[in-house]
């Protein structure tokens, strides 16, 4: 069993910074995994905001590029992302996936909401 819990949301002026933390346990080689950071807005689909290969190859989407930072501390069996100059279009639920191609595996944890408003 595997589980990913995700912390560090809140409530944020724009122009603020936040930093996510994922933490996985359970059944899981933490470092194989890519590490993926979705973000879900009311009334949006789901998208992809940042991802970090277990090489530590990084991809962003282009509204957060230059923004957001994603890393991991594989001792640590966490992923992060580091937010900075926040706008209040990133108000959204922020969701932790971890992908491992060669077997099919996909784990999502529950979300921590980021809402960004003065």
């Known amino acids: 069993q595997v589980q990913l819990v995700e912390s560090g949301g809140g409530l944020v002026q724009p122009g603020g910074s936040l930093r996510l933390s994922c933490a996985a346990s359970?059944?899981?080689?933490?470092?194989?995994?890519?590490m993926n950071w979705y973000r879900q807005a009311p009334g949006k689909e789901r998208e992809l905001v940042a991802a970090?290969?277990?090489?530590?190859?990084?991809n962003y989407a282009d509204s957060v590029k230059g923004r957001f930072t994603i890393s991991r501390d594989n001792a640590k069996n966490t992923v992060y992302l580091q937010m900075n100059s926040l706008k209040p279009e990133d108000t959204a639920v922020y969701y932790c996936?971890?992908?491992?191609?060669?077997?099919?595996?996909?784990?999502w944890g529950k979300g921590t909401l980021v809402t960004v408003s003065s």
């Open positions: 359970g059944s899981i080689f933490f470092s194989i995994y890519t």
């Open positions: 996936n971890a992908v491992y191609g060669l077997t099919n595996s996909h784990y």
């Open positions: 970090i290969t277990s090489g530590g190859s990084t």
